[in-house]
């Protein structure tokens, strides 16, 4: 009998085993191996951009990344691009660039040996018995079940646990997909490109070590690829060479429209990261809000499991906050006329000395 099941290895899962590990008996298992170098198969879809409220988490968790889980170029600016209007501005940013695969890793490799880990594992589905949670999942092809006091989806945006508590009202989903291209020069910078044609989100390329990465957000059930042909076709006029394309991935993402659309979970089934639909509306950042949540939960969980649900919910306000933050920044970023307005406006924005380098 374990006292927490962890579902999912990703930044919010082994946070959150890291910090139960030395005190609890936890399980953590996902469908990655977490535990070997990255050596091709499925790969987390994401920018790999650490931003600042993520840097602040690592820095209160005692924690300086390593070189190894760095990618290049470290960028100082984001290219903010109005398709419609034909705006563009650069911004200062200060993201740290990194290589996800080997993140996700080196969090692992921080967690305690205390901690049991079960990697290439797919949970399948939990059921509640008088002894606690039991969870199923597959490992190898073969079926495994173990039960635990609380079972915590970490499990991402397209979370079984979070189906299998059946909420209500779920965010906004959206399809995101990332095309790696091979470039004849370098983009020193993020771009972050608004096009009503494309999604109602945004698109984004980013330079990873040698290649480049394009990627765009756009509503589920649209013609997806339709768009981001589009997004491409476009991006070819101005300036961005993609002949040469080296793979392509994709993924659900979470859009939550308000706190209703946070699921937090029950009694002794909670949800933490993008699992619960913490992630910017805004911006789509994420590891912030899956360090964030998991100790929330880590400190919800210093009393036992009885109870812990509640008051992680309470500890949750913070975030919350953060989220109602967010969605307070939305129209500036999402409304035409507010964007055209504040583009228009160069407030905060950067002179480039360069500009033939930047496009
Ligand atoms: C295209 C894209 C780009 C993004 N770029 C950024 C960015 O640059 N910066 C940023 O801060 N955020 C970014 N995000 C958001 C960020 O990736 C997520 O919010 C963050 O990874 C959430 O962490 P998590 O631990 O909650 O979930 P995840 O990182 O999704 O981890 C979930 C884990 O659960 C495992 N899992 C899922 N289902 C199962 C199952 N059935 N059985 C076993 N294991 C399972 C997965 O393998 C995974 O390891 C991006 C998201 C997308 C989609």
Known sequence: MYDVIIVGGGPAGATLARFLGRDMKVLVLDRRDLGKPYAGGFEKCCGGLLAPDAQKMLARFGLGLPRSVLA???????????????????????????DRERFDRWLVSLLPPEVETCWGARFRYLERDNRGVRVTFTVNGKER???????????????????ALAPRRQPQVYVAIQEWFAVPKAYPYYSAVF?????????????KDDLLVVGSAIPAGADVLGRFQLLKDKLAQWGYVLDEPVRRHGTHLLRPAGLGQICLGSRDVVLIGEAAGWISPSSAEGLSYAFRSALALARALEKGTQGAAARYRRRCRGLSASILAKLGKSP???????RQLAMGSGLFSLQIEFEEVMS
């Open 145 to 163: 079940r173990e039960t635990c006091r609380l079972a915590v989806g970490a499990d991402g945006a397209r979370s079984l646990v979070r189906r």
């Open 72 to 98: 290049g170029p470290q960028l100082f600016t984001v290219r903010t691009i109005d398709m419609a209007t034909r705006q563009q501005r650069f911004y200062p940013r200060d993201y740290i660039n990194i």
């Open 195 to 207: 096009d009503p044609a494309v999604t109602d989100f945004y698109s984004w390329t980013i330079p």
């Open 332 to 338: 500036a970023m999402y409304w035409p006329w507010a």
